[in-house]
């Protein structure tokens, strides 16, 4: 086995600008369905809290679907399965305009959307009853109270948890690679392949990986502290 | 300005609020008194709808409560009445200045500049305007309270309803509370309250109402009530109070 | 198309159950559910070492420990398996199968999350247990062994079942290193048929819904069991109650 060269991969500039591009390809998967998951998981939120039984049901099940399925299966299923499913054109058009990112992104919201809403549900619920109460009594209406007292206690209850399951989101952006993403994973193995130096690129790899989950991590904790004085009972 | 005719409500097969008639005259203090499971809370929060009524009618300064009427309505009609709870429900994520300032800004569309003064006068009023900044968890439980009574006056309401407004203080902050109640009753405010404070009671309240077992049984004055109680349930109910 | 789920899985349920079994090793749900249990049972011991070095004063301990469980919080899964399938023939010798690779990995990745799963049951104890062990005389690992961690580890019993199911998902990653496990066999299906691939991946999304659907109701189910034994043991035991979240630690790949 070779020595061990760090430099070997940093400095030739090929190796370099694939780990630079899969970063780029990680980093958008990552965001973007961290966004349609957030959404996705208020919109869910706001129908659970409805009062009819069918649609607690459907959501539920959403969840439970989501919650139990494999990750990696869900991507199958939608890039494999559904795109199957689409009329021939838009298949064509999804295989031309990287089409595997875009399912990645749509199997990873929808997939964290199930446990973002569990997330603010649970943080939802841990709300003392008093406080719903106060609020009414004051004469604001159901909207007005969620608006302004409930929904900004449930987000700061929930941040660990949210935290958390963000930092899977982004962990989960590798799986993409399963579905031929050029992410960040894929690329390293690309790298190994053509370079023959699997320790120092998946070193590289693994401290980009690291770096930017102990991020998320450091903005969750940092967001804890500034709320935490404001509510500690 | 609070008048509860032939008022029953039931939880299943327990009758709660028994035949309730009374009344509440405007600028009137009214301690209801009684054992725990006698229905005073129950009675105090149906006057704002938090509880619901089975038959009567319940009217607020003319307006029935319990007639049916959109969210809308039934929310103006909960902002004109000034509610204090008993484990204080101060929103803890904002300020105890914004926690006055919110609802006269959210639910009547005050200005922002306005709602700030007035909030400020009230923390005043209530003798906390240095606490203005401060967040719930740093207060203590009487402070707290006090600036839940600054919240409620922010909405202007004609009475103010308080639920045993002391029971959850450490007993040397009960006084702090209490002293802001009493300059409420001196400065003409109706108030109802369910509480214990028996010296409260004797000094400031207008009548006072004993419940048991959902009735009213006794509505008289304090001097009368305390010196002379008619009904057997009340004479030892302020037996057991004062043989601790 | 549900007579297309219905062909499918009547031609192809043996694969599906056992793989290439006997002509070839172990695969489908037999080799998911055996790498799984095999997964948590190994990784079992190595929690609650980590565990207890994370809870140590001793940095030299609780350094490399808590090291331990930040990489494997931060770092994906599949990378780990790269990194797994590289080292392990270097460390041994010769090479290895994905099977053992894939144990190996999911050995390290369930450990580190265990271990936080352990933690948060002991630290979730009240003090007295440990005080009262002390003054009894025992060492601190002696009381560990016999008063900390019995009531710890029953406690956390369905955190710990939630962990389980969280294996079952991750041992999905091993098809990309050709371990024949249940989503390997449903890829081999559905390159033979390649007309069909919505019914299939269909068929592998539903057979994982209802073997994780009934473990997490199980879970739940011993959760609520756990804390009424629990409330009719804690008359007068004072401290906060232990986390009762069924949710696993986020290591859901």
Redesign the interface.
């Known amino acids: 086995?070779k020595g061990f060269d760090l430099m070997a991969i940093l400095l030739n500039p090929e190796f370099r600008s694939m780990l630079v591009h899969g970063l780029q390809v990680t980093l958008t998967i990552a965001a973007c369905s961290w966004l349609l998951a957030m959404a996705l998981a208020v919109v869910l939120l706001v129908i659970r809290l409805s009062p009819s039984r069918i649609t607690e049901r459907v959501v539920a099940g959403y969840v439970?679907?989501h919650?139990?399925?494999?990750?990696?299966?869900?991507l199958?299923?939608w890039y494999?399965?559904?795109s199957?499913?689409l009329p021939g054109a838009l298949q064509g058009w999804l295989g031309e305009h990287s089409g595997e990112a875009l399912f990645a992104i749509i199997g990873l919201g929808l997939c964290q959307a199930a446990?973002f809403s569990?997330d603010l549900r649970s943080g939802l619920r841990s709300i003392p009853a008093g406080q719903a109460e106060a609020a009414r009594a004051l004469g604001h209406s159901y909207i007005g109270s969620m608006r302004h007292v409930l929904m900004p206690q449930a987000v700061r209850n929930a941040l660990p948890?949210l935290v958390?399951?963000s930092?899977?989101l982004f962990?989960?952006?590798?799986?993409a690679?399963?579905i031929g993403a050029a992410e960040l994973?894929h690329a390293?193995?690309e790298v190994e392949n053509q370079s023959f130096r699997?320790?120092e690129s998946?070193l590289l790899?693994?401290m980009l990986?690291?770096v930017f989950?102990?991020l998320i991590?450091a903005v969750g904790a940092w967001l804890g502290q500034r709320t935490r004085v404001a509510t500690a009972r | 300005m609070i008048a509860f005719s032939n008022v029953n409500k039931w939880y299943g097969n327990y009758h709660a609020l028994n035949d309730i008639n009374a009344e509440v005259k405007k600028g009137e203090v009214v301690v209801v008194c009684g054992p725990s499971g006698s229905g005073k809370s129950t009675l105090i929060r149906t006057v704002n709808r938090l509880e619901e009524i089975k038959s009567g009618e319940l009217r607020f300064d003319g307006q029935n409560v319990h007639a049916p009427m959109s969210s809308s309505e039934l929310n103006r009609l909960r902002s004109r009445i000034g509610f204090v709870f008993q484990s204080f429900n101060l929103f803890p994520h904002l300020s105890a200045l914004d926690n006055v300032m919110l609802s006269p800004m959210r639910v009547r569309g005050v200005k922002r500049a306005e709602a700030r003064d007035k909030a400020m006068q009230l923390l005043e009023r209530v003798g906390l305007a240095t606490k203005a900044p401060s967040y719930p968890a740093q207060l203590s439980g009487g402070q707290q309270q006090r600036v839940a009574i600054a919240r409620a006056l922010a909405m202007e309401p004609p009475a103010m309803l308080f639920d045993e407004p002391t029971s959850a203080l450490d007993p040397e902050m009960v006084g702090e509370v209490l002293a802001v109640m009493r300059r409420l009753a001196e400065d003409g405010m109706t108030m109802m309250c369910v509480t214990h404070e028996m010296g409260f009671a004797r000094d400031v309240a207008d009548r006072v109402w004993f419940m048991d077992a959902g009735r009213i049984l006794e509505s008289t004055e304090p001097e009368s009530f305390f010196r002379n109680p008619q009904h057997p349930r009340a004479k030892r109910f302020l037996s057991d109070l004062r043989s601790h | 198309m549900l007579t297309d789920v219905f062909d499918i899985l009547r031609d192809n349920w043996l694969l599906l159950l056992v793989g290439q079994f006997p002509n070839g090793p172990l695969g489908g749900i037999a080799c998911t559910l055996i790498l799984s249990v095999l997964g948590i049972v190994l990784a079992f011991p190595l929690s609650v070492a980590l565990a207890l070095a994370r809870l140590s004063p001793w940095r030299l301990l609780n350094w490399p420990a808590t090291a331990l469980v930040?990489?494997a919080?931060?770092?994906?899964?599949?990378?780990i398996i790269?990194?797994v399938y590289?080292l392990v023939p270097?460390l041994i010798g010769h090479n290895v199968s994905g099977f053992v690779t894939m144990l190996c990995t999911l050995v390290l990745y369930e450990g580190a999350y265990l271990a936080e799963v352990v933690r948060a049951g002991i630290e979730a104890l009240p003090n007295g247990q440990m005080e009262a062990a002390r003054a009894l005389g025992h060492s601190h690992l002696g009381a560990m062994r016999l008063v900390i961690l019995p009531q710890a580890l029953f406690n956390m019993l369905p955190s710990m079942l939630s962990q389980f199911?969280s294996t079952?998902?991750?041992t999905?990653?091993g098809?990309?290193i050709n371990v024949p496990e249940l989503?390997f066999a449903a890829?081999q299906i559905?390159n033979q048929l390649l007309t069909k691939?919505?019914?299939?991946?269909?068929i592998?999304?539903i057979i994982?819904?209802v073997v994780?659907?009934s473990l997490?109701r199980a879970a739940t189910a011993l959760e609520r069991r756990i804390a009424a034994r629990r409330a009719g043991l804690a008359g007068a035991k004072p401290g906060k109650p232990a986390p009762l979240a069924v949710?696993p630690?986020?290591?859901?790949?």
């Not at chain 1, 919650?67 to 869900?74: A, D, E, G, I, K």
């Not at chain 1, 962990?171 to 799986?175: G, T, V």
Request: charged content about 10%; some cysteine.
């Open positions: 086995m439970s679907y919650q139990n399925v494999p990750t990696l299966v869900q199958m299923l494999f399965g559904i199957s499913l446990y569990e948890a958390n399951h930092v899977s962990k989960n952006s590798s799986l690679m399963a994973t390293v193995k699997a320790f998946y790899a693994t990986y690291l989950s102990l991590m | 930040y990489i919080r931060g770092v994906p899964l599949l990378m790269l990194w590289f270097l199911v079952i998902k991750e999905t990653l098809y990309v989503t890829n559905n691939p919505f019914q299939v991946f269909f592998l999304a994982y819904f994780c659907w997490t949710q630690l986020s290591a859901e790949p």
